[in-house]
């Protein structure tokens, strides 16, 4: 039963925490009008999270407030028949569920060579829900997962066209996580599992060079964050075979490295590009530890990916301008690891957007992202499954070979105001 548990554990916590579908870059919509190319942009209060070494070049105060509406779904066609088990072939759905991560940033240029700023937002989140009966309960029936940040960051001119930054994250989560365990051919129990962190910490800095009002590049770092989850555990039945009491997991999210240029061709036409490095492979194993003192272990060994944006923004009025853009993310998870819970493949996102300013101070920005995720057929699950040693009757019934299917629809809204 332990190795159910830490399985689950490992299962659930690797797919929610850090696969890419609930890792969210939605921070802003001018810059996810512009498909995230934002690191050699940086030209608005936003640029706390994307580079804040472009912060002394904000003249004044400057704050952005938003949400994002994030729609994802996720499908599923199993490859074989799976009917003396009691399920069927016929494609299964994720049940649809709307998500709203925040944002706010606050910056404020205390000298011509120096500026602060705050942000809030939610780097990690989402959920999945699944239907009581579907073919991979045994893994989860229900996820949800909330990450706040805060983050507070100094930006110098060190001289002309060249700045830094350096900032300090600050993070809390919380994590609830449902499932069903077989007890019987014909019996299921349920398990549910809550778990928060208490507070943890990382770094981010920043490099913009801005020799002209053309010419742009900048380069930030976002470094690991480790979480140190607290989990409660409780079964129905309450049964001395089903998990009960307290469970710890640390778990550490990757570092990410992005670089990026922006060119303004026209006085009215800015293209810009980014390339962002994203190190999985510092998530190799994930730790459970028991009530009891017991630990277990299980190898992750996710591999190093990365995501490469362009974006463009059109003035066509000084009140009035449009984004577009596109990106690739890379799949950083080996085939014969995907399961159900959180299918990943490799992605492409497009994105439109819109700003106005309503006044000389206020504005209004709006974008819309379609994530399309190329479908995965996979073949090695059970295989995959069996060298961690989980027993026949979960491997069966929870590591499903097959063909997954995911997109999202995200729309987003921000207001700006400065003075």
Do not use: C
Not at 15 to 21: K, P, R, T
Not at 52 to 67: D, I, Q
Not at 157 to 168: E, K
């Amino acid at each position: 039963m332990k190795k159910v548990i830490t399985l689950f554990f490992v299962t659930v916590f690797s797919f929610s925490l850090f696969a890419g579908g609930f890792q969210i870059n939605e921070h802003g919509a001018r810059a996810m009008g512009m498909g995230g190319a934002f690191t050699g942009v940086a030209n608005d209060a936003s640029a706390i999270y994307w580079n804040g070494a472009g912060l002394v070049n904000l003249y004044g105060t400057n704050f952005v407030l938003g949400t994002a509406l994030i729609a994802p779904s996720t499908s599923l066609m199993p490859a074989t028949s799976l009917s003396a088990l009691g399920f069927s072939t016929l494609e299964q759905k994720m049940e649809s569920q709307v998500f709203f991560p925040s944002h706010f940033f606050a910056s404020h240029r205390i000298s011509s060579d120096f500026a602060a700023g705050l942000g809030f937002t939610s780097p990690f989140g989402l959920g999945t829900k699944w239907a009581d009966n579907w073919t991979g309960r045994y893994l989860a029936l229900e996820t949800e997962l909330q990450v706040f940040t805060i983050s507070p960051v100094l930006a110098y001119r060190l001289m002309d066209g060249l700045s830094v930054s350096a900032g300090l994250v600050y993070s809390f989560a919380n994590v609830k996580i449902t499932r069903n365990v077989k007890l019987s051919a014909t019996t299921d129990g349920l398990v549910d599992m809550e778990g928060d962190e208490t507070s943890a910490f990382g770094f981010n800095l920043g490099l913009m060079y801005k020799p002209t009002d053309r010419f742009s590049a900048g380069v930030s770092f976002h470094s690991e964050v480790e979480y140190n989850f607290e989990g409660t555990v409780t079964s129905t039945p309450a049964l001395p075979i089903l998990p009960a009491g307290d469970i710890t997991a640390d778990l550490t999210t990757p570092m990410n490295i992005a670089a990026g240029v922006a060119y303004k061709f026209t006085p009215d036409l800015l293209i810009a590009a980014d390339f962002q490095y994203v190190g999985w492979e510092s998530y190799d194993s994930l730790t459970v530890v028991f009530a009891n003192a017991t630990r277990s272990s299980s190898a992750r060994e996710y591999e190093n990916s990365f995501i490469a944006r362009l974006g463009a923004q059109y003035q066509l009025s000084n009140t009035f301008g449009l984004q577009a853009g596109v990106y690739y993310d890379k799949n950083p998870v080996k085939e014969e690891r995907i399961n159900p819970t959180l299918p990943e493949s490799d992605r492409l996102g497009l994105s439109l957007g819109l700003a106005y300013n309503i006044t000389g101070t206020l504005g209004v920005q709006a974008s819309y992202l379609y994530i399309h995720s190329f479908e995965m057929e996979v073949t090695g699950s059970k295989e995959y499954m069996l060298t961690q040693g989980v027993p026949e009757a979960v491997r069966l019934a929870s590591a499903l070979n097959g063909t997954y299917k995911s997109n999202a629809s995200v729309f987003s809204l921000s207001f700006s105001y400065g003075f």
